[in-house]
């Protein structure tokens, strides 16, 4: 039997992830992309609520700063206010990294000091990617840069390359064993599916199983839409 103590230390070490929040200018729409060292990833970092906007909370992960960081989005606060509510008091502030859009485009990030090397993060036009036990920036770099490249795609997509661009920086410098998509459409893609929301939990190649589940549930919306 697990016990309430043995949870929540589980829960909490999600040490060494890259993620990048995002939103598209065009559609509405919001999205996280991330992907761990550590397994089911998908289950404590992204964040995402339609019309308010996406998290991504790691390094020293808290799975409650982002249900309470949507909560202070939707009460209207800005990004850069919601992270100084959530870590205000927080004995473990520097051990944090939390990266946020919101609706309307805002965005901010923190990265604390004692998040695992290399660690960071790029604030872009519509985009916030962070990471911490990186092998280097460039890892960041060609998150950002994928994603811009391909605007004009709907947003799963450019979410999907620039997860993909970013493991083949180098990603977490301790190979990766779990990567995660999730998107909220401005209006519901599908009437069953109000979020894209993909999962790999534990896999030696994480991401690229991620593109081939992508792929297919593509194949299903062109089908079933």
């Known amino acids: 039997m697990v016990t309430r103590l043995k949870l929540k230390y589980f829960l ?64 209207g606060h800005p990004p850069e206010d919601v992270i100084n509510t959530l870590l205000k008091g927080d004995p473990l502030k520097e051990m944090r990294q939390i990266s946020i859009i919101d609706s309307l485009g805002r965005k901010a990030a923190f990265t604390g000091r004692e998040t695992l090397e290399w660690r960071g993060h790029i604030i872009g036009e519509n985009c916030v990617a962070a990471g911490n036990a990186l092998v280097s920036e460039k890892v960041l770099e060609a998150m950002v840069n994928a994603f811009e490249m391909a605007e004009g795609e709907w947003l799963a997509e450019r979410l999907m390359r620039s997860l993909e661009a970013g493991g083949k920086a180098g990603g977490d410098r301790r190979g990766v064993r779990s990567a995660a998509l999730i998107v909220a459409e401005r209006e519901p893609i599908h009437e069953s599916r109000p979020l894209v929301d993909l999962r790999v939990d534990l896999d030696i190649e994480p991401i690229k199983k991620l593109r081939i589940i992508f792929e297919s549930y593509k194949e299903w919306l062109r089908i079933t839409c």
């Open 12 to 75: 909490s070490e999600a040490e060494g992830t890259f993620s990048l929040v995002a939103r598209c200018p065009k559609t509405h729409a919001l999205g996280v992309c991330v992907s761990s060292a550590t397994i089911a990833v998908g289950s404590a970092v992204p964040h995402v609520e339609p019309n308010v906007g996406a998290l991504a909370v790691q390094g020293y992960t808290n799975f409650f700063l982002g249900v309470n960081g949507l909560k202070l989005l939707r009460s």
